[in-house]
């Protein structure tokens, strides 16, 4: 009985160091190159030519990305990074709006696999609105939204910019952008809601949109206001940000399901305030609903957590803010463009490089996720320098929680850009 006792203490222990070592191997290898997506990580659409704006990643892991001058460009690629062919005509849709020129910005997936794409429309370089479009899961535009499978919201403003777009419960898409041109010294943000089928939400705003701002009453920009990201979090409220261009100040709004500015964030439902961060980029809500702003300062990426209530959540990073750095050598070639926050709370940041895709990953408390790539920093490029990667579209997590980065692929000494997929393991 004790040599039984002592061989299965044994094998208890042996199995205990095989889990370990697993266990320790699968953290050593987060935010390396995923080899079992594209070619060693890498996937490259050639088809499609154009600079990505905006990706996600659906339930099934399919990844969708939009781009395009003039008109929508979709695509989607099947979970190993190779296009669909099933998808339109040979992995790519184009969507036209009349003879104005369109401009995707955000692309959402629903549940059931529809793909429903956001941007600006101008009739001319003075007059621009939201856009729309809904395809099936095939790549057809569906015809029951909107006008043929389109909408367009216009504003009393004429001129809208920086498109966002975000899904809400019973299928409502919400809209916010910029509502002023550059030099006009305003900070208005543009909100609309539509139903599923494309037609404006009447509980929303004033018959379907609204218009407000950041800026305190009788406050303005030196140059001009622009909104950076859009996000809703799990009460369908609406948390947009942005930035002051001219002095750099940054500003974040929450709005009620309504439309009404959320009077219990900060007292009047906007946060003007130094957050130590130079200019924003991109905005994260996790399941606590706390409000991750991102941006840029010097050879930093910075994130600032606030609560619920708008107040700077001290208990994450130093004092309410996580900083990852960069060589000083990198400030003008490294941005930051997009963030995602995984499903263990962690925050992923990515932008692009002078010499690729670059990444950032911190833990849920905001410290520097030092297991991930190299003291948390991944740097993604071509291995044999035949092409170079440029991050300016998206980052996205899938239920795997492996990191997406979608942006362009240029060939060395060659004209013309095409779309990259990079998957890195989490």
Request: glycine letters at 14%.
């Amino acid at each position: 009985m004790q040599t039984n006792a002592r061989r299965i203490g044994s094998w208890a222990v042996a199995l205990l160091a095989v889990l370990t070592t697993a266990a320790l191997a699968h953290a050593a290898s987060a935010g390396h190159l995923d080899r079992s997506f594209g070619h060693d990580g890498i996937a490259v659409v050639p088809r499609f030519d154009v600079s990505a704006s905006s990706g996600a990643v659906g339930a099934h892991n399919r990844i969708v990305a939009v781009g395009g001058h003039g008109v929508f460009k979709v695509t989607r690629a099947l979970p190993d990074g190779h296009i669909d062919p099933d998808f339109g005509s040979r992995g790519v849709v184009t969507v036209r709006f009349g003879s104005n020129e369109a401009h995707p910005t955000s692309v959402a997936i629903t549940r059931f696999g529809g793909i429903i794409v956001a941007g600006t429309v101008c009739s001319d370089s003075r007059t621009c609105h939201f856009g729309v479009a809904r395809l099936h899961a095939s790549g057809d535009l569906n015809p029951n939204f909107g006008d043929g499978g389109t909408t367009e919201i216009n504003f009393p403003k004429p001129y809208i910019r920086n498109t966002s777009m975000a899904l809400g419960s019973g299928g409502r898409i919400v809209l916010a952008g910029s509502n002023a041109q550059y030099n006009a010294h305003e900070w208005d943000i543009a909100l609309a809601a539509l139903r599923s089928k494309g037609s404006l939400d009447p509980r929303f705003g004033h018959g379907g949109k609204t218009v407000s701002s950041f800026a305190p009453p009788g406050d303005y920009c030196p140059r001009a206001g622009l909104i950076t990201a859009m996000a809703l979090d799990s009460r369908d409220r609406i948390v947009v940000d942005g930035e002051c261009m001219g002095n750099g100040r940054p500003g974040v709004a929450r709005f009620k399901p309504s439309g009404e500015l959320d009077p219990s964030f900060s007292g009047n439902g906007v946060v003007n305030r130094d957050l130590g961060i130079l200019r924003t980029e991109a905005l994260a809500v996790d399941k606590r609903n706390r409000i991750d702003v991102m941006g840029s300062t010097g050879h930093f990426w910075v994130v600032s957590r606030l609560r619920t209530d708008g107040g700077l959540d001290r208990s994450f990073g130093k004092k309410g803010r996580a900083k990852a750095s960069w060589s000083k050598r990198s400030d003008s070639s490294i941005h930051l463009r997009s963030g995602a926050v995984d499903s263990r709370g962690r925050i992923i940041v990515g932008g692009s490089h002078s010499s690729g895709f670059a990444f950032v990953r911190f833990k849920p408390n905001g410290h520097l996720n030092r297991r991930f790539g190299r003291r948390g920093h991944v740097m993604v490029k071509d291995p044999n320098r035949n092409f170079h990667l440029n991050l300016t579209g998206a980052v996205a997590v899938d239920k795997h929680d492996r990191i997406l980065g979608v942006g362009t692929q240029r060939r060395v000494h060659h004209s013309g850009t095409h779309l990259a997929l990079v998957r890195l393991l989490g």
